[in-house]
DNA sequence: TAATACGTTTACTACGTATTAAACGTCATT
DNA sequence: AATGACGTTTAATACGTAGTAAACGTATTA
């Protein structure tokens, strides 16, 4: 590293990602090891990751495949050159769409069939007082989920800059 | 209990939130907890909630207090009696609110910082490619923080029904 | 065929967090 | 004052996951 300051800024966008990573369940190392790849121009190898990350390649080997399958980091190859090589997807809106897709979602989903099961069990359950109002907060709940569910599926509809531009609409309409 | 569907229907219940909090962060115990009270008509003693998950005392004591302080259960006495009641909040669009409030916005914002640290960071470093393809990532990161915070912002700021009504529209606009 | 350079897998260790049991402080009741 | 019923705190433990080191399999080169 050539550049101190360079090299600084990318130790601080690993914490921050790092951080944010572990919030959201993906584990520190998985985030930290995207932001490497996202500030590198060129795609790097498993070892130059492990080298900038103080971790041994099986570390590495192990954590790139949660970004791959959630589609946050790609393979590439060159010729002439046995090695792996990564890099970063920076399209965040592709990236929303596949971690919502495959990792929120079907938690989601899950949880849904679970009220819904719980629903079930009360339909068959001896009316009473204490049944009636399970019940109606069920409801309540499953409606909630529904809303939800409705939300991401429309920020997963519209684009990017339609997105933008109803946000931007909206604080219009709200600051006057 | 006296019915048996009715148990079994809350301890789905209890599993479904169980995962849910554990999957977003909040530790398992804080989802089924929420759960016990969720469904129970009245509110319920420490010891109760204890009894009906079966862990301890000190166990719930410290569990519920996150609970409350992101607003999502409620204490209440009744008088006559020196033990403490909890209840759940119902009201979801008010839990979203304080959850991402408390708990997303902060993380996002610590986050956000030290981009903008990483990008200052830049800002002094020698000129370079390497630099020049950084800073541009990193302002590309910005930007989509940006249109997040809005939409966050947004979703906080209609009403629930607006919501609702908005999520209609689109799907309808969508199906023809 | 031997030797080397990879990436992956595996068994082990280290670490942090969840959970418990018990001690503690407080308040009401006797 | 003494007792008992609370909720909270604390120290110890159990548990699951993150991380390491080493073995392994495979392909490439000499």
Known sequence: MSDEQLSKATETLIGALGRQSA????????????AVLYLSPEPLSLEAIANSLQVTKGNISIAIRQLEQLGMVRRSWRMGDRRVFFEAETDFWRIAHSVLGLRQKPEFDQSFALVEESLQLLEQAEPSPERDYAKARLESLQEFYRLLDGVVEVALTVKPEELKSMVEMFNEARNK
Do not use: N, P, V
């Open 23 to 34: 919030f959201w369940g993906l584990g520190r190392m998985a985030g930290e090891m995207y």
